[in-house]
């Protein structure tokens, strides 16, 4: 792997962070889809969008590092 691999997977690192540590505007009963609070599906939906962009950082940045 590249140096380029370890800055993007940085990065994804620090968004998510940020993204879970907004614990006040997700700390909510309502909205509820299918029956799951907001907290709950916030972080169901967090765990998914979290392995997308792993996934598409790896995927793009591991073929860059092969095109070299």
Not at 1 to 8: C, D, E, Q, W
Not at 39 to 66: C, D, N, R
Request: charged share 10%; proline share 4%.
């Amino acid at each position: 792997m590249n140096s380029a691999y370890y800055i993007a997977m940085l990065i994804v690192v620090i968004i998510i962070l940020i993204l879970y540590s907004l614990f006040p505007l997700y700390d909510k009963v309502n909205p509820t889809i299918a029956g799951l609070p907001m907290f709950y599906w916030y972080q169901i939906l967090m765990l998914g969008v979290t392995t997308v962009i792993s996934f598409l950082v790896a995927y793009f940045v591991k073929e860059e590092g092969e095109k070299k």
